[in-house]
């Protein structure tokens, strides 16, 4: 079978005020399958009689406990529950009329076999990493209105010849004004799934997905290889051996981080005036006979409107930083056909207050993640050397270690042999060295495909990207070259 790849494209829709009614409702069903299939699965626990005594705020909260105390063959028994299970006993069975007329079968029902879907692999991967992945719990449709996202099969949608409109779902005339999709976005492949994305600042989002016999963009082979630094104090945050920098757009997003700060004040200010107006409303009920209405925060249109305000300069300080993201990356893979960097423990990192907001603002994760994917589709290497190896500490002319140097020390000299460093570009050098050598090592092919690896690590165990396969490499000793 002739291996295909997985490509998505994400454009912005224009809902009408009652598309968005619909697509909402999706979202809404969408929590609702998940938590009706979830019910099913831990009836066994939730039935249980020390459970039901309980109040019903803390029965969930009791039956997550009950179940992480299990053994793993346990929680194996209890998930297998969810194999007897169809979307469509559910829906079928479930009476629930919402305040918008609409029944669970109203809703793009497709979607339901990927809820289905999800909760499956949220289970196996709990059963497989039980640290990282906590068991499935319940969600809530408290913020439903505001933002969530629903998955649906390709068989429910269909895009207009010219790429303008859309029609997802039940709704037979339900059509969404595109950005001419054709023209931007053109994939020759088959769709997949499309996925409906409503986030807090009231923007609407599609994400198409498709299924092709390679990746559309094409990185030409160069023979070079870069080492990179990530800089945790600094400005520029990625530095080349080279000498290159690159660096965030840090004076926008202080810009609209001042603005946010702004607009966080009016709205605790215009939060505490409403808590004032609450109190004494509600002292003067206790006299009155006729007791006045009490408004709500929903109801205070002013705090509303701050509230979108705030969550729209989010959106656009994540917007820039995604988008310098994908540009640098994307460059980098283009120019280099091995890229080394750190693994670097971000969790770790983040815990050190000091230095958390200069780390989360770089986004190192996400850097990390996109030049992964880049040079694995682009067949490049990208190598993960030791995160505790002495990068910025040793002298790369000659090897002397400088034990005592400060993240504030930008630039140094070496003691041994009088070199003068920066300490980016040193640890990019000495990067670079300590990746190409682990690139010799661990240099290895997928023994079912023959796909050579494309994410190197110190780990001898790796997944092949293409296909799948386990793999183990024994890393090579350092003379077998001398044997070859
Ligand atoms: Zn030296
Ligand atoms: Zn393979």
Known sequence: MEEKVLESRRIRIYPTKDQQAYLTFNMFANIKMWNALLAEVYKPVSELDEVQA????????????????????EQRDLFKGLRGLSTKAIYDADETVFESGWTLKDADTSMYSYTLRTLKTAMSNHLKNPRHFGIPRFKTTMDVENQGSYTS???VCEISEDGKYLRVGKLKRFKLGLIEMANHYPSDGRLYKVTIKHESSDTWYVSFVFEQAEHTVKRPRTGLAAGIDLNVTGNSHIVLQDGTRYQLPYDK???????????????????EQWKKEVAIIEEDNKKSLIPKHVPTLAERSNYQKNKKKIAKLHLRIKNLKKD?????????????????MEDLAVSDMEKNKYRARAITRSNFREIRDTLTYMMDWADKKIVFIDRWSPTSKRCHTCGYIKHNLKLSDRKWTCPICNSHHDQDINAAKNILDEGLDLLDKMNDSCKKCGHERTVI?????????????KNKTTPKEENSSDVA
Request: a positive charge.
């Open 153 to 155: 099969g390709a068989h």
């Open 457 to 469: 690590t110190t780990d001898e165990k790796w997944t092949c990207t293409k296909c799948g396969a």
């Open 54 to 73: 309980l109040p019903r705020n803390k029965q969930s909260k009791e039956v997550y406990k009950r179940i992480e105390r299990m053994s793993w063959e």
């Open 324 to 340: 310098y993201i994908k540009k640098t990356c994307s460059k980098l893979a283009n120019e280099y056909d091995v890229i080394v």
């Open 253 to 271: 997003i202080r810009k609209l981080e001042q603005k946010i700060e702004k607009e966080n004040v009016k709205r605790s200010r215009k939060y």
